[in-house]
């Protein structure tokens, strides 16, 4: 019986050897990605509902005609400008206050040492959304973590973390043409909510969490850099190379609700740290800033309003229409009042570059990271930038950075 088993076994044994020999094998083949029904019918039509909804959305937009206003510059040659860097467009961020600060950095640079730097504004960024978790641990909640922030937080990084070129920090990952935050800050918003519903007031979790949030999407911010075969921390790339003092740079504004010759608190979401070192002065002093640095060699960093019709991206032209108010009529109590009641908002970060008199007033030439200076297109030398007349300074910048050597008597008053 045993000998029949194994005479069994080696005859079944011989089959499925000879019946394998004859066996089809399936084999892998490596290929190219097709568009199938997923992504020609389902993804398209939900592509072809949002989009239907986006326009039903849109309304028609009201803008000045700038052809009835007379003169405005047509062109960048026409201005007097100091050095500064090509503009770099924000792409999908709320990142205004470090690109226009960056860029501001970046001429002052120039201006102390000749050196032509690019400075990473996305490094500033990264850490700036560190403290404001820090901030929002603190206050349990009642701080406001959002993307926008004021020009001053860009001294307030360099003070603490330095600064990094832009060759080490991109803050883009491979592949990716512009900045999108949106995912990302929508990511730290959840969790950190997720964190006040908990009271899981954890700092050092909280803060590790947040990185790696943001690790994943914009990638990990450099401790050292090298340039010119040296190697530098941020600190030293900061004090040493770029060879800033943020001392040196001071913030103005012109509110009327506020004593002047007294520092004050800047009260806009933004200046979500509540910062009060705002030197607050009167209207012609302001104004008298502006104009006088421009001419000295020096660029002023501005943020204020440009939700308004005259101001108009596509001409690239920012002036006060008499359907607003005339120019004579443009005093510190215009400019409060529409602050104060909310139609002048503080939502934009640019650098002033450039100068232009003409009949008596100025114009500024404005160097912009968003993307309406850019609707003139590539190819225009006006790509980036925008004609501001100073009427819309005076009703509508909210507040200015500037060096102290430009301000040593108005320092005297306060």
């Known amino acids: ?39 020609k019918d389902i993804m398209k039509g939900i592509e072809q ?17 700038v ?8 062109s960048v040659d026409e201005f007097t400008t100091w050095w500064k860097n090509n503009p770099i467009s924000q792409g999908n961020t709320g990142t205004c206050w470090s690109f226009s600060s960056t860029s501001y950095f970046e001429t002052e640079v120039y201006r102390l040492t000749k050196k032509q730097v690019k400075i990473s504004e996305i490094y500033t960024a990264y850490w700036e959304y560190v403290e404001k978790a820090k901030r929002f641990v603190t206050e349990r909640g009642n701080s406001n973590f959002d993307e926008g922030s004021e020009g001053n937080a860009v001294t307030r990084i360099y003070k603490t973390y330095g600064a990094v070129p832009l060759e080490s ?24 909510q997720g964190v006040k519903a908990a009271n899981a007031w954890n700092e050092d979790e909280v803060i590790a969490t947040i990185k790696s949030i943001m690790n994943h999407y914009i990638g990990v911010p450099p401790t050292k850099v090298k340039l010119d075969g040296k190697e530098y921390t941020p600190m030293q790339y900061l004090n040493d190379y770029c060879k800033l003092n943020m001392n040196d740079y001071i913030d103005v504004t012109s509110l009327g609700n506020k004593p002047y010759w007294k520092k004050v608190e800047y ?18 002093d302001y104004m008298t800033i502006v104009r006088n640095t421009m001419r000295k060699g020096y660029t002023v960093l501005i943020g204020g309003d440009v939700s308004e019709t005259g101001f108009d991206a596509w001409s690239q032209v920012a002036v006060v229409p008499t359907y607003d108010i005339p120019s004579a009529y443009i005093d510190e109590h215009a400019r409060i009042m529409r602050f104060m009641n909310g139609s002048t908002t503080d939502d934009h970060g640019m650098h002033m570059v450039g100068y232009l008199e003409k009949d008596g007033k ?34 509508k910048i909210m507040d200015i950075m500037v060096h102290k050597d430009m301000v040593q008597d108005i320092l005297k008053k306060f």
């Not at 009260?267 to 012609?284: A, G, I, K, Q, T």
Request: charged share 25%.
């Open 1 to 39: 019986m045993k000998n029949k088993i194994i005479l069994l076994a080696a005859v079944c044994f011989t089959l499925n050897v000879a019946v394998a020999q004859n066996v089809h094998h399936d084999q892998l083949q490596e290929r190219e990605y097709k568009p199938g029904f997923y992504d």
């Open 49 to 65: 509902f949002e989009s239907s909804k986006k326009e039903a959305q849109r309304k028609p937009s009201y803008k000045i005609d």
């Open 67 to 74: 052809t009835k206003i007379g003169y405005y510059p047509k």
């Open 169 to 192: 920090y991109t803050g883009l990952l491979p592949g990716q043409t512009y900045h999108n935050h949106a995912p990302m800050v929508e990511e730290m918003r959840a969790y950190l």
């Open 267 to 284: 009260e806009v979401p933004d200046n979500w740290w509540h910062d009060s070192s705002y030197y607050n002065v009167p209207l012609d």
């Open 362 to 395: 100025d114009w500024y030439l404005i160097k912009d990271s968003g993307a309406g200076s850019r609707n003139c297109g590539r190819e225009s030398k006006n790509f980036g930038y925008y004609f501001m007349h100073e009427d819309y300074v005076k009703l």
